[in-house]
């Protein structure tokens, strides 16, 4: 049974960091993996993404320069250290990754930015 487990959000003050994580088992490969993030009532927005070996990264404008993807197969784990946060960083943050055509969603981790 392939899973996405995300972990490591929680309440920071503006300016902080978190780092999350997102652990995948039961997948037989590696693969191009994304973190999502959902703001109340606003639609998920695409926050950063890595390549299957880590040796492409991308981000969101509004994220660039303050957070940065990175994984270690050997773990299956990919995280997404988050630096100089803002209070508009506040949502809930998934990883999605594809496997044999078909999409998969972590549950979500919230991230809550506010003094």
């Known amino acids: 049974q392939v899973q996405l487990v995300e972990s490591g959000g929680g309440l920071v003050q503006p300016g902080g960091s978190l780092r999350l994580s997102c652990a995948a088992s039961?997948?037989?490969?590696?693969?191009p993996m994304w973190w999502y993030r959902q703001a109340p009532g606003k639609e998920r927005e695409l926050v950063a993404?890595?390549?299957?070996?880590?040796?492409?990264?991308g981000y969101a404008d509004s994220v660039k320069g303050r957070f940065t993807i990175s994984r270690d197969n050997a773990k299956n784990t990919v995280y997404l250290q988050m630096n100089r946060l803002k209070p508009e960083d506040t949502a809930v943050y998934y990883c999605?990754?594809?496997?044999?055509?078909?999409?998969?969603w972590g549950k979500g981790t919230l991230v809550t930015v506010s003094s």
């Open positions: 999605y990754r594809k496997h044999d055509g078909m999409g998969y």
């Open positions: 039961g997948f037989t490969s590696s693969s």
């Open positions: 993404s890595i390549s299957s070996f880590g040796g492409n990264t």
